[in-house]
């Protein structure tokens, strides 16, 4: 639980024809059942209205703002106003709307950086819809690293860790084409990677010593360099200089056999060479409760593990649990000084 009880969570609206306000609308529902800390809403009041009319959900909803959100919560959601940008049709995404999903990552960022929330939940974003209106960002952990180095003034590698109860996943590159992944691969960026989830697993997550195990990328880790030479000439070296500093990395492992049962009990993280490989087991094993976390940065970041769903937006039948277990560690691992400062 957060040592911040009387400071919200900052929860942004994500796209506005997706599922995103299907599950925070689900997720408010649930609060009491659940014993969800309350959470301020960065978003337009009216699209939370319409779908909530649409799922026929009743739900009282409350402009409000970090100071009175609390206070709120029981009662009503609250609201922090941030415009669509135009009507809003569950399941049609409109460029014009990007701007305002945009600002909402803004807000909770500059509000989480500020103290004036305890960390930043993000609901799922179109990414094509973003780049379409000029988005120069990947995602938002890119755009989120972006953000913390501007505010702060100091560099900030953000590290995407997938987190669910039966794997920890982290893809070193990550919204990348696979074709480029052998060129951007480096020793520098996988121990670096290596580095602040070592870090970042210590002291937000209380591990004391985490076991990072390390992918290879070819099959069977590069068969001794006959199936790529990439595992022993860039892998290899990145572990033998974490394990001179002191970091429990171990590897390169073939990816195929280190997510299955046994293999999961040796370590705390597997470390992925790229973004489907630690992605795919992720929610392979467990798409409702898994979280995405950005680590590495000078505020706390999770959002659910899925996307904007667009096909079941309005419909009831979006799930909202992994909505709610980013809440969850969220309110968890905020107490938690991360000093990424
Ligand atoms: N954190 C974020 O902002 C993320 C955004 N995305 C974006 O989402 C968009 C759609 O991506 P997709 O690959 O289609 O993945 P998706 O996760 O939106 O959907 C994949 C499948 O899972 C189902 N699904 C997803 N969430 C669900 C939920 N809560 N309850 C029940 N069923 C659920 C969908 O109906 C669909 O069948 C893309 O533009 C992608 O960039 C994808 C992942 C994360
Ligand atoms: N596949 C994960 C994903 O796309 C989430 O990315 P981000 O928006 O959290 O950077």
């Known amino acids: 639980m957060s040592s911040h009880p009387s400071i919200p969570l900052a929860l942004t609206q994500g796209d506005p024809a997706g599922i995103g306000p299907d599950i925070t609308l689900a997720a408010w529902l649930r609060r009491d059942e659940l014993e969800l800390l309350p959470f301020l809403f960065l978003g337009d009041t009216t699209v939370l209205r319409e779908r909530a ?10 402009e409000a ?29 409109h460029v ?8 909402a990552i803004e807000m909770g960022v500059s509000l989480s950086m500020r103290g004036k929330t305890s960390a930043i939940v993000t609901n799922p974003i179109a990414k094509s819809v973003l780049y379409d209106a000029g988005f120069g960002f990947p995602g938002h952990t890119e755009f989120l690293a972006d953000l913390a180095t501007r505010a702060t003034g100091k560099p900030h590698m953000p590290v995407m860790l997938l987190a669910g109860p039966k794997l920890r996943a982290i893809p070193v590159t990550i919204h990348i084409p696979l074709r480029d992944v052998p060129q ?13 989830t070592d870090h970042d697993l210590r002291t937000r997550f209380g591990i004391a010593k985490p076991r990072l195990a390390v992918a290879g990328l070819n099959p069977h880790a590069g068969e001794n360099g006959a199936l790529g030479k990439e595992d022993d000439e860039i892998v290899r070296p990145a572990i ?33 060479m790229y973004h489907d490989q630690a992605l795919i087991p992720a929610k392979a094993l467990g798409f409702d409760d898994s979280v995405n976390v950005t680590l590495g940065l000078p505020f706390v970041r ?26 969850r560690l969220a309110s968890a691992i905020s107490g938690k000084t991360g000093n990424n400062t």
Do not use: W
């Open 53 to 62: 009319a649409q799922l026929g959900l009743n739900v009282p909803l409350q």
């Open 240 to 272: 033998d200089v974490l394990r001179a500093e002191g970091i429990d990395a171990f590897g390169p492992l073939p990816a195929d056999t280190m997510f299955h049962d046994e293999a999961r009990r040796r370590y705390d993280v597997a470390i992925c």
């Open 96 to 103: 014009e709307t990007a701007r305002g999903t945009i600002a």
């Open 184 to 196: 951007v691969l480096t020793s520098d960026l996988i121990a670096e990677t290596c580095r602040i």
């Open 65 to 93: 703002d970090p100071a009175t959100a609390c206070e709120i919560f029981r009662d009503a959601l609250p609201i922090l106003q941030i415009d669509a940008g135009r009507a809003v049709v569950a399941g049609e995404p």
């Open 302 to 327: 999770t959002s659910p593990d899925h996307g904007t769903a667009f096909g079941i937006a309005g419909k009831g039948i979006a799930k909202e649990d992994s909505l709610v277990a980013a809440l």
